[in-house]
């Protein structure tokens, strides 16, 4: 059963945007707080971003500044919008709660940095 559904990634030169979406079940995001991850294959999970349900937010000192994290509790999605964006954010970004489930995961979203 699909209940989460990332999209929005692609191909940006370095220092460009992209806007990454997530669609939700609503037995997901209604209490929940939603969180984007990053995972490059062979290496550990990574929380990039984090946004309670009254809409409080954090970030992974990384991206921070660059990215911002927001939902809209009405369409039950969840953005990020990524700016200045460097080679090195280059993964695939994934959305889930925090903390996270992992019947929740799905196929994630890629995005490639390059020149």
């Known amino acids: 059963q699909v209940q989460l559904v990332e999209s929005g990634g692609g191909l940006v030169q370095p220092g460009g945007s992209l806007r990454l979406s997530c669609a939700a079940s609503?037995?997901?995001?209604?209490?929940?707080?939603m969180a984007w991850y990053r995972q490059a294959p062979g290496k550990e999970r990574e929380l990039v971003a984090a946004?309670?349900?009254?809409?409080?937010?954090n970030y992974a000192d990384s991206v921070q500044g660059r990215f911002t994290i927001s939902r809209d509790n009405a369409k039950n999605t969840v953005y990020l919008q990524m700016n200045s964006l460097k080679p090195e954010d280059t993964v695939v970004y994934y959305c889930?709660?925090?903390?996270?489930?992992?019947?929740?995961w799905g196929q994630g979203t890629q995005v490639t940095v390059s020149s």
């Open positions: 889930n709660t925090k903390p996270y489930f992992d019947n929740y």
């Open positions: 609503r037995s997901i995001f209604r209490f929940n707080t």
């Open positions: 946004i309670t349900a009254g809409g409080i937010t």
